[in-house]
T-cell receptor, first 117, second 114 residues
Framework: AQTVTQSQPEMSVQEAETVTLSCTYDTSENNYYLFWYKQPPSRQMILVIRQEAYKQQNATENRFSVNFQKAAKSFSLKISDSQLGDTAMYFCAFMKKNAGNNRKLIWGLGTSLAVNP | DAEITQSPRHKITETGRQVTLACHQTWNHNNMFWYRQDLGHGLRLIHYSYGVQDTNKGEVSDGYSVSRSNTEDLPLTLESAASSQTSVYFC?????????????FGSGTQLSVL
């Protein structure tokens, strides 16, 4: 069975600095998706970034980028130029691709990030 | 703009009562999901649906039921509320593979069972 581990329950960073959140996963699958979701204090979960396992190039969305190491089963999120609005809980998630009617997300337990002024 | 709406935002009920949480999406997504979020457990899947008249059990489905009579709505019913069902409940929807399995979430319902 797949598992997703986020080893940092809490992190903090100064505004304008860079922070990296770690995520590791365990799977025997070769074709899958990895996601980072953000949950701000308003509670609504928002997709930050998505990576397809077959793509070697790391995904980037503005200040957010990932370091995807397939062999090491590692999927870290880098936030550059941190802003106060980045304060949130961040969840890493895994989904097997082409799983038919068994397309379920496997979630990590989250990392609480505080951006300090 | 398309959206996914949950109601109510907060609910307090008593043990043994039947409770229904509403979820309505205007994305025209076939796939809809119900999760609960608890400290130390992250998000856990309760039920999900891949289309009208289709429903499936997730990992924590005991005590919950859903029905899908149209594309837009997937109400979640707690048949006889228990204190262990105190949680934050999230509804989500997705287009599926054609959209990279991206999930869109509602704002959640905080349910307290006293």
């Amino acid at each position: 069975a797949q598992t997703v581990t986020q080893s940092q329950p809490e992190m903090s960073v100064q505004e304008a600095e860079t922070v990296t959140l770690s995520c590791t996963y365990d799977t025997s699958e070769n074709n899958y998706y990895l996601f980072w979701y953000k949950q701000p204090p308003s509670r609504q979960m928002i997709l930050v970034i998505r990576q397809e396992a077959y793509k070697q190039q790391n995904a980037t969305e503005n200040r957010f980028s990932v370091n995807f190491q397939k062999a090491a089963k590692s999927f870290s999120l880098k936030i550059s130029d941190s802003q106060l609005g980045d304060t949130a809980m961040y969840f890493c998630a895994f989904m097997k691709k082409n799983a038919g009617n068994n397309r379920k997300l496997i979630w990590g337990l989250g990392t609480s990030l505080a951006v300090n002024p | 703009d398309a959206e996914i709406t949950q109601s109510p935002r907060h609910k307090i009920t008593e043990t043994g009562r039947q409770v229904t949480l509403a979820c309505h999406q205007t994305w025209n997504h076939n796939n809809m999901f119900w999760y609960r979020q608890d400290l130390g457990h992250g998000l856990r899947l309760i039920h999900y649906s891949y289309g009208v008249q289709d429903t499936n059990k997730g990992e924590v489905s005991d005590g919950y039921s859903v029905s899908r009579s149209n594309t837009e709505d997937l109400p979640l019913t707690l048949e006889s509320a228990a204190s262990s069902q105190t949680s934050v409940y999230f509804c989500a929807s997705s287009l599926g593979l054609s959209d990279g399995e991206k999930l869109f979430f509602g704002s959640g319902t905080q349910l307290s069972v006293l």
